[in-house]
């Protein structure tokens, strides 16, 4: 009596045993169509890229902090503008401000879930907001402190030049 074949074995390519073998949870999430679960899947870039824009737009509209974010991404660009930075300090600091959007959208798009799914006070649900909270403060603070580092010797510079004038 011959023995079933194994799952490896029924996935081998002409005898041979496969260069990667999924771990079945690994594979049920792999399984697993989006279309299946909501309503709104996008069907195309360009829908992908509307969808993008209205959460883009959603957070200016509604949330204070991002827009006092967006005046602070103009400042500091123009600054930077002024200051004639290279273009390494240039990628760093479009680095730093991009953390910071995304931490600022990541944390209202966990506040939105955990109010879908906790509409009633939870503790664990205050730690999820308070957590997310606390990861934008971090990519602030860290912004801060880089803006600093890049801005501050260039900017002092252009400072004395004008006053000794």
Same mark, same amino acid.
């Given at each position: ?12 390519? &002409? ?16 399984? =697993? ?31 204070? &902090? ?33 953390? &910071? ?5 990541? &944390? ?8 879908? *799914? ?14 997310? *909270? *606390? ?12 803006? =600093? ?17």
């Amino acid at each position: 009596m011959k023995a079933q074949p194994t799952e490896t074995e029924r996935r081998s390519v &002409n005898g041979r045993r496969p260069i990667l073998v999924f771990h079945p949870d690994t594979l049920e999430t792999l399984n =697993a169509r989006p279309e299946d679960y909501s309503p709104i899947v996008s069907t195309s870039r360009l829908k992908s890229l509307r969808y993008a824009l209205a959460g883009w737009l959603y957070m200016l509209r509604h949330q204070k &902090n991002t827009r006092i974010q967006a005046v602070f991404s103009v400042a500091v660009m123009a600054l930077a503008l002024w200051l004639g930075l290279p273009p390494r300090d240039w990628a760093v600091l479009v680095i730093i401000i991009t953390m &910071n959007w995304m931490a600022e959208f990541i &944390n209202a798009a966990l506040e939105a879930a955990v109010n879908l *799914a906790s509409p009633q006070l939870h503790p664990m649900a205050r730690v999820c907001k308070d957590v997310g *909270a *606390a990861a934008v403060l971090l990519a602030a603070v860290a912004a801060v402190l880089v803006g =600093a580092f890049i801005l501050a010797p260039p900017l002092l510079e252009r400072l004395v030049l004008l006053l000794v004038r």
